[in-house]
């Protein structure tokens, strides 16, 4: 393979994305694509680990990603610490294991995705956050720090301080800079800019943030819901009201849909240009998690929680149903469920490169038939949901409460009636904490054998 482009479209959920997916193929021919895929977490820094380093977040001896904080109204206030995390297990990405053969790049946009970790495997960095701090972010790193300290204090604040937090990034930041990080358009542009240099192999990591909130200006937004309805928008999202009037919901959504039809368009329209030297090459397309649009009584965004329930809800096909295809390797569709988990092992299998052992996944084309497992690692518990062709399981670890559901209808629970279905499922679950347990030890006896060959 000469190159290999991964593009990763943050919060884009499966059954958004044809607009994509056809713009893609427009340009390459249809691809071969996985039509049951779901993501290992349902945030940035949970599914990131799985599909670069083909690895679940909570691996003992790792530090937790996420804090969850009871608040008042039985609020859950969620602190998620991935700036801070240190990880004191290694994660071997995939980027290190192609050194010797492909030049990598990145264009990550999102500082759970630039972990120190990730960026010391790339070769050239082509990210806005990596080559300076910017206000913006600045000051979402003192909002975040005060936030650490005070988490109940800056909770009762929080709606004061938002809108005035706004007003000034708003007065002093917004009309500098228009994004703190690429937008589809730039990102596009550097895609086509690197495939046009040298003949050297690449492996190119290409993230698009347009979907994630907060939405800022671009000329597609303010020609179809105009400026005012961008303010509006992003205000849903940061207050999470409850119940919004139908009208805003309309706007919500479209704005959401306009900017996948931003992403598809200028996706397209580099990859058009560069198309006669793309032979050879494997494009992915994929997403690190979904989004709630509405659903789970009114939720918005991810990640975000308001209460014990919604907490149970969170591992849901909205947010961990996502695209997956892979250009290149010929046409057509697979049903089967699969996890991103195995992307990585798939790219170094089709290279011929060989997998660390401590990986937790295989290639998605090997026939063995593997259950879709995803987790939610926090201070008030552990969730999963473990997924098969045809159910999901959920699962709350410590108060050891199961529910089950038709996979893609996840609505009725049906575990009093199908026991043993439940009993079936949380066998295959068991043997995913194994399998982990195993990783983890591989990974450990790799680290004694560094220090003993230090010595
Ligand atoms: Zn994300």
């Given amino acids: ?28 021919g249809e691809g071969i694509e996985f039509e049951n895929a779901y993501a290992t977490g349902n945030f940035t820094g949970s599914s990131f680990p799985g599909i670069l380093c083909s690895k679940f977040i909570d691996m003992p001896g790792e530090d937790m990603c996420y804090k969850l904080v009871p608040s008042i109204n039985n609020e859950i206030v969620a602190q998620d610490q991935c700036f801070s995390i240190k990880n004191s297990r290694k994660r071997v990405y995939i980027t290190e294991i192609i050194k010797n053969g492909y030049k990598s790049y990145a264009m990550t946009n999102n500082p759970y995705v ?54 000034i990034k708003d007065i002093f930041i917004s009309k500098n800079i228009n994004t703190p990080f690429l937008d589809a358009e730039k990102n596009s542009y550097i895609i086509k800019e690197i495939i046009d240099g040298s003949d050297q ?27 005012s309805n961008i303010l509006l928008v992003n205000s849903m999202y940061g207050d999470k009201q409850l119940k919004v009037d139908e009208k805003k919901e309309i706007i919500y959504k479209k704005a959401y849909k306009i900017q996948t039809e ?12 560069i198309k006669d030297k793309l032979d050879n090459s494997l494009i992915i397309l994929t997403a690190d998690h979904g989004e709630l649009l509405g659903e789970n009584n009114g939720g918005r965004g991810h990640g975000r929680m308001r209460n014990k329930k919604e907490l149970e809800l969170t591992l849901c096909e ?48 090997s026939k063995t038939e593997r259950p879709a497992i995803s987790e939610l690692r926090s201070n ?48 295959l679950f068991e043997e995913h904490k194994k399998k982990k347990e195993r990783q983890w030890k591989e990974m450990l006896k790799k680290e004694i054998n560094e220090i003993k060959n230090k010595k």
């Fill in 318 to 365: 909205e947010l961990l149903h996502v695209p997956l295809v892979i250009w290149g390797l010929g046409k057509g569709k697979v049903n089967k469920v699969v996890s991103l988990v195995d992307l990585s092992p798939t790219i170094l299998d089709i290279i011929g490169m060989e997998k660390p052992s401590e990986w937790y996944g295989e290639t998605l084309f």
């Fill in 114 to 167: 630039e972990t120190p970790e990730y960026m010391n495997t790339i070769d050239e960095i082509k990210s806005k956050y990596s080559k300076k701090k910017t206000i913006n972010n600045r000051m979402d790193g003192i909002i975040k720090k005060i936030s650490f300290k005070f988490p109940i204090l800056y909770h009762m604040l929080r709606k004061e301080i938002r809108p005035f937090y706004r007003f």
């Fill in 201 to 227: 192999k690449k492996f190119i990591h290409a993230h698009y943030m347009d979907l994630h909130f907060p939405y800022y200006k671009n000329e597609y937004l303010e020609l179809e819901i105009g400026e």
């Fill in 380 to 427: 008030l518990g552990n969730f999963y949901t473990i997924r098969t062709q045809k159910w999901t399981l959920r699962y709350n670890e410590k108060e050891n409460k199961k529910q089950l559901y038709t996979r893609g209808k996840e609505d009725k629970d049906l575990s009093n009636e199908k026991p043993e279905v439940v009993k079936e499922m949380m066998k």
């Fill in 1 to 28: 393979m000469k190159n290999i482009l991964l593009i990763t479209v943050d919060c884009l959920r499966y059954d958004h994305s044809r607009v994509i997916i056809d713009k893609i193929n427009e340009v390459l």
């Fill in 262 to 273: 931003y992403v598809a368009e200028q996706v397209s329209k580099s990859l058009n240009e």
